[in-house]
Protein backbone atom coordinates (compact mmCIF):
# COMPACT_ATOMS: atom_id res chain seq x y z
CA UNK A 1 0.00 0.00 0.00
CA UNK A 2 0.99 3.69 -1.13
CA UNK A 3 0.48 6.76 1.40
CA UNK A 4 0.66 10.01 -0.16
CA UNK A 5 0.25 12.92 1.86
CA UNK A 6 0.66 17.07 0.61
CA UNK A 7 1.08 19.92 2.82
CA UNK A 8 2.11 23.47 1.87
CA UNK A 9 -0.80 24.98 0.91
CA UNK A 10 -2.52 28.45 1.68
CA UNK A 11 -3.41 31.78 1.10
CA UNK A 12 -1.14 34.03 -1.08
CA UNK A 13 -1.26 37.50 -2.74
CA UNK A 14 -0.75 37.44 -6.61
CA UNK A 15 2.53 37.21 -7.55
CA UNK A 16 3.65 35.45 -4.28
CA UNK A 17 4.78 31.80 -3.84
CA UNK A 18 3.99 28.66 -2.32
CA UNK A 19 6.00 25.32 -2.22
CA UNK A 20 3.57 21.93 -1.79
CA UNK A 21 5.36 19.16 -0.71
CA UNK A 22 4.38 15.74 -0.88
CA UNK A 23 5.51 13.49 1.27
CA UNK A 24 5.47 9.24 0.32
CA UNK A 25 5.47 5.95 2.59
CA UNK A 26 4.55 2.36 2.41
CA UNK A 27 7.26 1.38 -0.03
CA UNK A 28 10.44 1.91 -2.37
CA UNK A 29 9.18 4.55 -4.72
CA UNK A 30 12.48 3.82 -7.27
CA UNK A 31 10.12 2.75 -9.77
CA UNK A 32 7.08 5.25 -9.30
CA UNK A 33 6.04 8.27 -11.01
CA UNK A 34 4.14 11.05 -8.96
CA UNK A 35 2.06 13.62 -10.54
CA UNK A 36 0.73 17.05 -8.99
CA UNK A 37 -3.16 18.01 -10.48
CA UNK A 38 -5.63 20.80 -9.27
CA UNK A 39 -9.45 20.69 -9.00
CA UNK A 40 -10.85 24.02 -8.74
CA UNK A 41 -14.74 24.07 -7.68
CA UNK A 42 -16.82 22.98 -10.26
CA UNK A 43 -13.76 21.79 -12.63
CA UNK A 44 -12.70 18.50 -13.74
CA UNK A 45 -8.91 17.50 -12.01
CA UNK A 46 -6.81 18.39 -14.17
CA UNK A 47 -2.96 17.97 -14.38
CA UNK A 48 -0.45 20.26 -13.48
CA UNK A 49 3.36 17.96 -13.40
CA UNK A 50 4.76 14.93 -13.33
CA UNK A 51 7.89 13.71 -12.69
CA UNK A 52 9.81 10.36 -12.35
CA UNK A 53 11.12 9.24 -9.25
CA UNK A 54 14.75 7.51 -10.22
CA UNK A 55 15.21 9.31 -13.62
CA UNK A 56 13.95 12.80 -12.82
CA UNK A 57 12.06 12.90 -15.93
CA UNK A 58 9.58 15.40 -16.26
CA UNK A 59 6.57 16.88 -17.87
CA UNK A 60 4.41 20.67 -17.01
CA UNK A 61 0.92 21.37 -18.25
CA UNK A 62 1.79 24.57 -20.46
CA UNK A 63 0.11 27.48 -18.61
CA UNK A 64 2.82 26.94 -15.90
CA UNK A 65 5.62 26.55 -17.39
CA UNK A 66 8.64 29.22 -16.20
CA UNK A 67 6.40 29.54 -13.35
CA UNK A 68 6.14 26.09 -11.36
CA UNK A 69 8.92 23.66 -10.55
CA UNK A 70 8.43 19.82 -9.73
CA UNK A 71 11.07 18.10 -8.06
CA UNK A 72 12.11 15.18 -5.84
CA UNK A 73 14.19 14.47 -2.76
CA UNK A 74 15.08 10.44 -2.85
CA UNK A 75 16.27 10.66 0.40
CA UNK A 76 13.14 12.42 2.04
CA UNK A 77 10.39 10.05 -0.95
CA UNK A 78 8.86 13.67 -1.05
CA UNK A 79 8.17 15.20 -4.25
CA UNK A 80 7.85 19.35 -4.01
CA UNK A 81 5.72 22.08 -6.62
CA UNK A 82 7.27 24.80 -6.04
CA UNK A 83 4.94 27.73 -7.16
CA UNK A 84 5.34 31.07 -8.20
CA UNK A 85 4.30 34.23 -9.91
CA UNK A 86 1.08 32.80 -8.62
CA UNK A 87 -2.62 34.08 -10.35
CA UNK A 88 -5.90 33.98 -8.88
CA UNK A 89 -6.54 31.23 -11.57
CA UNK A 90 -4.26 28.93 -9.74
CA UNK A 91 -6.77 28.65 -6.91
CA UNK A 92 -7.94 25.43 -6.78
CA UNK A 93 -7.54 21.72 -4.10
CA UNK A 94 -4.30 20.56 -5.27
CA UNK A 95 -3.28 16.36 -5.33
CA UNK A 96 -0.56 14.80 -5.30
CA UNK A 97 -0.85 11.17 -6.72
CA UNK A 98 1.34 8.01 -7.50
CA UNK A 99 1.72 4.90 -10.09
CA UNK A 100 4.37 2.56 -11.98
CA UNK A 101 4.17 3.39 -15.56
CA UNK A 102 6.26 1.06 -18.05
CA UNK A 103 6.47 3.94 -20.25
CA UNK A 104 6.68 7.54 -19.04
CA UNK A 105 5.20 9.61 -21.68
CA UNK A 106 3.01 12.68 -21.68
CA UNK A 107 -0.19 10.76 -22.82
CA UNK A 108 0.42 8.80 -19.93
CA UNK A 109 1.06 11.20 -16.44
CA UNK A 110 -0.76 13.70 -17.62
CA UNK A 111 -4.40 10.92 -17.15
CA UNK A 112 -5.54 11.08 -14.01
CA UNK A 113 -7.14 7.93 -14.04
CA UNK A 114 -4.00 5.78 -14.88
CA UNK A 115 -2.76 6.77 -11.30
CA UNK A 116 -3.91 4.77 -8.21
CA UNK A 117 -2.59 6.12 -5.29
CA UNK A 118 -3.60 9.67 -4.15
CA UNK A 119 -3.18 12.04 -1.46
CA UNK A 120 -5.64 13.84 0.12
CA UNK A 121 -5.43 17.25 -1.33
CA UNK A 122 -3.92 20.38 -0.19
CA UNK A 123 -5.72 24.14 -0.77
CA UNK A 124 -4.19 27.25 -2.55
CA UNK A 125 -5.89 29.83 -2.91
CA UNK A 126 -4.65 33.08 -4.38
CA UNK A 127 -5.93 36.66 -3.99
CA UNK A 128 -5.90 39.22 -6.68
Known amino acids: QVQLEESGGGLVQAGGSLRLSCAAS????????VGWFCQAPGKEREFVAA????????YYTDSVKGRFTISRDNAKNTVYLQMNSLKPEDTAVYYC?????????????????????WGQGTQVTVSS
Open 97 to 117: AADIFPIFSRTVVTDKNKYNY
Open 26 to 33: GRTFSSYA
Open 51 to 58: ITWNTGRI
